[in-house]
């Protein structure tokens, strides 16, 4: 099983930055991929940014240019710097983790619990 637990959400002001923290623990497989996501009140979970272990980094159209993802892979933590925010940023972030023991096994899926980012004056 794997854990993940978010940190850093909050309030911000329009144009404010903050930091998204997530820490996994657990059974951890190299192979794996980690993605940010959020759910704003009365809409459908969406995708932020992306980072697998071995690849391309992709953002959303929404969030290009003002947010940065990055991993550290030696404490298995993910990180969201979100920078220019804007009112519509507003919304639960999620910490997400999918991973497999080797190329040949299924995907395993694991969720965080959610932090709350507000953006507002």
């Known amino acids: 099983q794997v854990q993940l637990v978010e940190s850093g959400g909050g309030l911000a002001q329009p144009g404010g930055s903050l930091r998204l923290s997530c820490a996994a623990s657990?059974?951890?497989?190299?192979?794996?991929?980690m993605e940010w996501w959020r759910q704003s009140v009365g809409q459908e979970r969406e995708l932020v940014a992306s980072?697998?272990?071995?690849?391309?980094?992709t953002y959303a159209d929404s969030v290009q240019g003002r947010f940065t993802i990055s991993r550290d892979n030696a404490k298995n933590m993910v990180f969201l710097q979100m920078n220019n925010l804007k009112p519509e940023d507003t919304a639960v972030y999620y910490c997400?983790?999918?991973?497999?023991?080797?190329?040949?096994?299924?995907?395993?899926?694991?969720w965080g619990q959610g932090t709350q980012v507000t953006v507002s004056l």
């Open positions: 980072a697998p272990a071995r690849g391309r980094i």
């Open positions: 997400k983790r999918t991973q497999r023991r080797d190329p040949f096994d299924r995907s395993y899926t694991y």
């Open positions: 657990g059974m951890l497989f190299n192979i794996n991929n």
